[in-house]
């Protein structure tokens, strides 16, 4: 098996194994009432196997995320030259001005 294979599915794993502590978690200390509401419903389990997909999946990929983030620490060789660069100074330009024009005579006289 693959390398990669193995480690997303140990990755799944522990983030189902996390799922299902969270869950769990959330039923023991009874959060927002959640171990009544499911206890009083018959459609309780069904209720509690989604929490628990649900979660699982999140968390599964945030396992594998993690992790395959975490491969590219010990390479330092991605980071090009580290050159000296010099502060950006803007360039004086010169430009050729006109003697301004009284706009507001001419378009009085034309009237």
Known sequence: MPKLIRLYILQVLAGFGLSAVFVGAL?????????H???GSDMGVVAVLM????NGIVFAGVQFAISIMRMGEGDDT????RQ???PQEPAPVRV??????NRTLRGLQRR
Not at 96 to 101: D, I, K, L, M, V
């Open 27 to 35: 039923l023991w200390f009874n959060v927002a009432n959640l171990w």
């Open 37 to 39: 509401l499911i206890s």
């Open 51 to 54: 929490l628990f997909m649900f």
């Open 78 to 81: 991605s980071g090009g030259k």
């Open 84 to 86: 000296h660069v010099r």
């Open 96 to 101: 050729a001005a006109e003697a301004p024009r």
